[in-house]
């Protein structure tokens, strides 16, 4: 509305509303800047609109802060307030403004339009500029922006532009990932080359042998002389041995246990192993029998050191050592099978040879030797195809339980520990698989397998059993002595039937059908423990019973040559095996890159919650902007400053804190959910890593270097779409940075709640996490009042605190001319012009959830 000058109509109503001021009296004019005597006033032309109104002078020259239009205003007649009539008051509560009510006063500058200094023209915004109310001077867009003649915000393009062009860099990159996924799948489909390269050579390591003298039995004495002949057809397999011998050069750099009176009681009363006593010789192939519940598990995690035994002792190589010494060396099976879903097998197997075999080994030589392996366990056909899970299977369970096995294969572990690696697997893949076992036994490494029923080629196949009931010992010895063992106690092993079933009943307490009456009609268990650990009757019966061998040796599978079981490790050999520790394993970068690459792989092969996940951070950008479009970037109101304070109308301080609380929450909901993922579905997996001297810290950071990326993707999709909807005044890359830093952050707290909750639990927990600390944003209730309550240290841990701080901040200060900052600042609570600060906070407090979130990692990944 165009403000009317003075001019002759005005000037009469003037000298007519100065009469009637003064027969009203001089009492009533004041002054805000009391300046001017009355008697100066007295001569001063009043000029509200409203008969009866009695001005305000709002200074005694005609001063016009700056942001204010005063066109009337002179020395003379000094810029006035009139006291509102009953509608624009209510306009001036309501929308904030109202058209002046009295010829000499002041009125802010118009959105859209400018007052220069002075206050004396308001002048149309041009193009390429934009000027939001009350401003003084144009602001200057941004490259790009749309800003046409009169606007009062700026919208933003640039970023649009290069969001939209990291979509479609995305796109390609994905497209083409696929389209080099299957080049190479349809390339490695005959990846037979790699066997000529290393069948040929006798060594082809010969040089790298700095270790120890040549091994007792070569890889090429064993493979003439002690492989099953279906191994050895396979071509794959030589280059498999002859890289294996490039590790373990010799029986005597192998592991070897000894353990006495080894008890595991997790609390009083509750005895899982009782007095286990025992020793495995490096090189020999162990089964460990017992019924359900037996205490199995038990004792291999205990002899692996992953459970810590309460009672008795264990000696590696004849030394008390910590165990957790060799991990590097030991490789180990889990019950579960615990692989990477997203990765395909040859992927599965190529991260755990690469970051477990020696840093010297070239990637090439890697590979290969992972294509051999991936032979021998049968797995070539199904290589590239993705592991999948229990809820979206891709290979089968067999084959899964077979990659779980070449994952610590391809470690060429010194020794190995598998818990029921047979189960799921049919008879023809078990036996291959034992057979393999059995191969690289002879080469030196010690083989421990918890096994169930297995199928009598099998049992025989091992050179010793372990036989456990109720968490004692029952047996331990060669396998084929146990039938003469049992027979001391009255049972016969039926020759036609498989021995480990019968066994297996004895050993349960079930084998009255197989007793003699030259003894006992039926042991308990406890009678067969005792029987053993006095062990006299073994030889009184022994001679009587003139037993024929039970076991036939299985016409597939070798004998292995006994040994006496015993170990005498000389310092030159410990030297040795601390030298073989030190070279195993990657170096901390090739494990982080590793780490890294994998990482990436997943988040392609989940390509549905990253784009769900980057779209659910434009949405939440867009509805914030959208709830805020209809402001056109005016977010805050604060009093005017003096002397026009009594001009002021009804303050905003609630819009830009709202933008700011919202932003944080809505961040909060659309990075936590996948968030929590990134650590919460990999505590096993990472548990299974670290156990076997995968680096953790290099694993985390990989880890989260990966989501880096996302973030920033998500991040700028929140910022765009907010930035262009809201068009707050703050610039669009402090908002951008500042959104970035509340993204890190959640995705730290909710890497925390990962770790520590239970998978199920972890989004929704992460959720309410990060709405939490979006809450405690300092705007509902308002950080003035926290700091009344003396609890602001307890609001400023939060990131939301200093999040909407920097979003109220910046974009009040560029007003900072206009309004009195000072009361909006005591007002809210909030301290403005603390940018760099705020930001610092941001990412002291998400870096502090990260260092949390690893430490977390670790404590539960040793738990494990
Ligand atoms: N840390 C522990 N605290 C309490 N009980 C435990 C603990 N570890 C194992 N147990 C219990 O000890 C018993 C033996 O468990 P273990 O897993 O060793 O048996 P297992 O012979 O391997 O059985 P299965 O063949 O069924 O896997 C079980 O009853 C198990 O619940």
Known sequence: MPYPRLNETTTEKLEQETQALSSFGNSNLTTLEAGKSLSQLNSSVTGCYANGSVPIFLAANDTCILGFFCPNSTAQQPPQFCPPEPRCQVSRYSRGQCPPQGIFEPVVCDAGFYCPPGGKEKIECAKGTYCPMGSYQPFKCDYGALCSSKSQRQVVTVPFGILIAFDIILGLVVAIGYAISAWRKRRKGSYAPVVSDYKEAEDPFGDDVDLIAKPKRSVTTVLENEVDEDLSSNPHFEIYMRFIGRLIKSKEVGLSFEFEDLQFEPKPGKKILRNVSGSIDSGSMWAVMGGSGAGKSTFVNVLMGKTKNTGGSIKVNGHHKDMSKYKKLIGYVPQDDIVLPELTVRENILHSARVRLPATWRDRDIQAFVDSLISCIGLSHVQHSLVGDANKPVISGGQRKRVSIGMELAAVPMAIFLDEPTSGLDATSASSIMRLLRAITKLGVTTITIIHQPREQIFHGFDNLFLLGNGSEIYAGPTSDASTYFATLGYILPKHANPADTIMDVITGNGREYTTDLVWSDQPVEKLIEQWRTRSNFGDYESDLHLAPVFDTSPNLRPTPSRPVSVISSPEQEHILAQTMKKRGGSWPAQMYYCFKRSITQQIRNRNSFFFEIGVGALAGGIIGLSAFAAKGQLFRGLYQKPFTTLSSAVDYASISQVGLLGGMAIGLAASAPAVKVFGEEKLIYARERSS????????????????????????????????????????????????????????????????????????????????????????????????????????????????????????????????????????????????????????????????????????????
């Open 693 to 864: 001297g995968h680096s953790s810290s290099a694993y985390y950071v990989g880890k989260m270097l990966s989501v880096l990326p996302r973030i920033c993707l998500s991040s700028l999709h929140f910022s765009v779409f907010m930035g262009i909807l809201a068009t707050p005044l703050m610039g669009f890359h402090q908002m951008f940075a500042a959104n970035l830093l509340y993204f890190f952050a959640v995705y730290g707290l909710a890497s925390c709640i990962g770790m520590v909750v239970k998978r199920e639990d972890g989004p929704l927990l992460a959720v309410m996490a990060s709405l939490i600390i979006g809450v405690l944003g300092g705007v509902a209730p308002p950080l003035s009042k926290v700091k009344m309550w003396h609890l602001e240290g307890l609001w400023r841990m939060s990131p939301g605190v200093w999040f909407t701080e920097v979003y109220v901040s910046q974009n009040v200060l560029p007003l900072e001319y206009l309004y009195l900052l000072d009361v909006a600042s005591e007002q809210m609570g909030f301290t403005f012009g603390q940018y760099s600060l705020d930001m610092l906070m941001i990412f002291a407090i998400g870096s502090t959830y990260r260092v949390l979130a690893y430490i977390l990692l670790v404590t539960v990944g040793r738990k494990r």
